[in-house]
Structure formats: C-alpha cells, structure tokens
C-alpha cells in the first residue's frame, strides 16, 4: 500500500532523494521507505581523475 511522503528522506531502490508528497511504500525485507515507482535513472557524472561514472550519491571509488 502505497502512501504520501510526510517528510524528506533517501529511497532505499535508487538512493534518489524521497521529497514531501512523493508517493512510497515500505521495502518489506529493510522495512525502510523507498519509492513507489523510482524515478528513471540519469546519465551519472563522470569522475574526471579515473573516468569512471560516480555512485548515485556523487561519491567516486578513486
């Protein structure tokens, strides 16, 4: 069962931002909040130092 957000938190699926009114429901295995349906994924900045694409979070492995 899907709900509104009543407050601002990170989707455990995508690790994307969760804002105020977007709908959610609760992973049932982490019983935390991830999105209902998860936005559809962007290209992903490029670290310049190893050319590898960063984590969803902006954090590089270099």
Request: one cysteine or more.
């Amino acid at each position: 069962m899907s709900i509104h957000a009543q407050y601002q938190n990170v989707c455990v699926a995508c690790d994307g931002a969760i804002r105020y009114g977007d709908l959610i429901d609760k992973d049932p295995f982490t019983e935390k909040w991830m999105h209902a349906t998860c936005p559809e994924d962007k290209p992903r900045e490029v670290c310049l130092e190893c050319f590898m694409e960063k984590a969803a979070n902006g954090a590089c492995g270099c």
